[in-house]
């Protein structure tokens, strides 16, 4: 009867590390509530400072309004998630490179954004047609501030990087989808050429910064290791 309950209490313990197993893998996605995290700081920041600047230049006016690109500007919160989630399984390396840059874009957003607030005028919506309800919506739940760098821009970008871990179809994918929610922030005038731009100059800063601190981490962690061994050989 004992060598029953104790094959029983083993072959439990098997399944249960067996079932741990499984799930150790995906244990790097709870970093992703860094985002929602750190987003807290863009609801504080969204609203007007001291002063408010404008970065509309003559070309921003000359681009077309498309109320139909509402959509691909908010497939942007699927999208990074499962981008994000594909890259872990391909190589934990590119993933946490890829949202470390993610995590120091948006320190660096919300630092612009406390000092130098901008603003996008956005035109009036009929109250008819399907994407222009989309786009109301869109309108309804983000005050037309923290423009100045994008992080819709920052974080579609870093996906691009991130992705180069993929084979050819899947980078492409990744690169279309990425670039249908950039080009969407100036068509819906979320915001302006300038946001763009300024936040694909942070993304290729913080990605750089991630992948030097990331192996400078490891480093300072190696020597710890090969010391206490060296004291157990001792």
């Known amino acids: 009867m004992k060598v ?13 590390r067996r079932a741990s197993g499984r799930w150790a893998p995906y244990l790097p996605l709870l970093w992703l509530l860094a985002i929602p995290v750190l987003n807290i700081c863009y609801g504080l920041l ?49 993933y946490y490179r890829t949202l470390l840059g993610l995590c120091l874009g948006l320190v660096v957003c919300y630092g612009v ?16 047609g399907f994407f222009n309800r989309l786009l109301g919506f869109v309108y309804a739940t983000d005050r037309p501030f923290n423009c100045f760098p994008s992080i819709h821009v920052l974080t579609s970008y ?8 993929f084979g050819w179809k899947a980078r492409l994918l990744v690169a279309a989808l990425a670039a249908a929610v950039i080009v969407s922030t100036v068509l819906v005038r979320q915001h302006v050429l300038a946001d763009a731009a300024g ?13 030097w601190v990331l192996p400078a981490l490891a480093g300072l962690r190696l020597p710890r290791k090969k010391t206490a061994s060296t004291a157990a050989k001792g």
Do not use: C
């Open 4 to 16: 029953s309950l104790q094959a029983g209490h083993t072959g439990s313990l098997n399944s249960s």
């Open 46 to 94: 969204n609203r007007p400072g001291a002063e408010v600047y404008s970065l509309v230049t003559a070309w921003d006016e000359r681009l077309p309004f498309l109320p139909v690109f509402a959509i691909p500007y908010l497939i942007w919160y699927p999208f990074i998630f499962i981008t994000l989630f594909a890259i872990l399984r391909r190589s934990p390396a590119a």
């Open 113 to 128: 954004y406390a000092v130098f607030q901008t603003t996008v005028a956005r035109p009036d919506l009929p109250e008819t």
């Open 158 to 165: 870093l996906m691009i990087k991130g992705a180069r871990v």
């Open 199 to 211: 936040a694909i100059l942070t993304a290729e800063l913080t990605f750089a910064l991630a992948g």
